[in-house]
């Protein structure tokens, strides 16, 4: 799309006109992504073209961010360690994210 | 290790904000509690801290100045807090950066806000699918766009405002996709043109929308969504003024993105799990907490205000939230009977006004029967737990009783969203069968309001530790 006002990372996700936080790496499934702080998990990662944060319960089937404010549970990871709502967690340098799916 | 104040308003939107502000003005020691990092709810959400400058300057000036405000008061402010239960007395329970907190009021002021409905259709539950209020979360607070190329579909004010946030981010438009009739937004031109401001804005974006050349659909409804590859087949078909689906053209869209939305919800939390009456108003939301003209629940020392206490917006949430504020003062014995009248006599007549066009909003909102009528045995209901449709209407077939019932027999609403998401289409559903929606009920409040890592709730225990009392002698 059009020119960024950053190097990177690009995607049309981003809105051009907005200026974000500083670069920061994050790990989704084994997978490295930047993003800029200040971001949520949830953004930074649709912006990388991930979508599907997790598997439902019962039928298995994908699912991810829906109300984009902390109620629906859909966008739940596990950051660090810890279930999280992705949609309500700021991204920081070195995090280490893994599907939402129960076992 | 509890502290009283006189109040704690839970929910820094403009209710809860305007409510701890006039509060603060009449003497009241002040507690406001929010899980977001800032004040302004969802309808003036700031952008993150560590976003740029440029990127603050462009946060709603309602919004710069409500913060401003606060930031000026003596309200003493614990943003990043979960409340996760409020117990009579009253104690109020959250979770923040550095852990589990307790505090004490005197009173209790309700500022949840709202939740959105989406219509279950099949597909609704995909990656990609997100709600319209969502949407704009994602573009005012974290410059995103949904997808590259998006439709818009559902009902109400937020249709054109997401999809005219769009635009402006540079995202490309599929179409936008309208319950309602453009005879149905005409009929409210009245009230609607009480707030030229807003009217014009809403004008000034379907121009911009057309001049954009983006299909404009009014009186259709999503039949389904699919998923090929990254991307979503869209079918659109047309409705009648109940929201069913009638016969004629459907149309199908190969889109990146799908943002819908059926109108807000009351967040009740508070009051459904103190056993606070509610009452059903279709056009105020679904079940809200009854009250007074005042904005006392039927428990001493419990006020609700703003879209928590039934939608009307957030004009008229700012002014309610100063009513709500001036009913505590009143009833902790800290204004007198003439003061309190002579205080709430303008607002009440700038709520009015207020509340005209929040009306004509919440019309455009309201749910549709007919389309959760229609809604096939196979799509899934309540999203956490995959429940369907048929598998509800079966329970209640078998003999469910309300809604709770229903859940007790399918785990419908039992999942983490606690029905927030389904609760009032599953009242539906459960009415569709024949109960009227007073006697389907509403899902019973339960803590946690949120689901919530136990171990940041208390201290790590050694079992070892733990004093047993010794067994019961055989």
Known sequence: MSESQSSSPQSFHRATDVERGGLVRIVFDGRTIEAYAGESVAAALLAAGIRTLRASPRADAPRGAFCWMGICQECVIVA??????A????????????????P | MTDETDLIVVGGGPAGVEAA???????????????????????????????GAKSQQKADRLGVALRDRLCASTVQTHFDHIVWSVSPGYRIDALGPNGAVSWRARAVIAATGAQERVVPFP???????????????????????PGGLTLVAGQGPLLLAVAMGILKAGGKL??????ASQAEWLADWPA?????????????WQMALRRAGVPMLYRHAIREAEAKGDQLLVTLGPVDAGGAPIAGPEREFLVDAVTVGNGLTAATDITRLLRAGHRFEALRGGWVPERDEDFRTTLSG???????????????AAIDGRLAALAVAHDLGRLSDETYQRLTMPLRRKARKAKRFGTAMAKLMALRPAQVAAIAAGTIVCRCEDVTRGEICAAVREGARGVNQVKAWTRCGMGPCQGRICGDIIGQLVTGTGNARVEAGYFTGRTPFRPLPLDELAPPIAYGDLQLPPPAPL
């Open chain 2, 302 to 316: 419990l006020y609700v205000a703003g879209d928590g206490a039934g939608i009307a917006g957030a004009a008229a």
């Open chain 2, 123 to 145: 597909g609704w539950t995909l990656p990609g699918v997100t709600g319209l209020a969502g949407a704009t979360i994602m573009l005012k607070s974290q410059g995103m766009l």
């Open chain 1, 80 to 85: 660090d360690g810890v279930r999280r709502p």
């Open chain 2, 192 to 204: 609607i043109a009480s707030r030229p401001d807003l009217a014009w804005r809403g004008l000034s």
């Open chain 2, 21 to 51: 502000l006039a509060a603060s003005e009449r003497g009241l020691s002040v507690r406001l509690v929010d899980e977001a990092p800032q004040a302004g709810g969802q309808v003036y959400r700031a952008p993150p801290r560590a976003f």
């Open chain 1, 87 to 102: 949609c309500r967690l700021e991204v920081r340098d070195g995090m280490v994210i893994t599907p939402g799916t129960v």
């Open chain 2, 174 to 179: 599929a179409a936008v996709v309208d319950l």
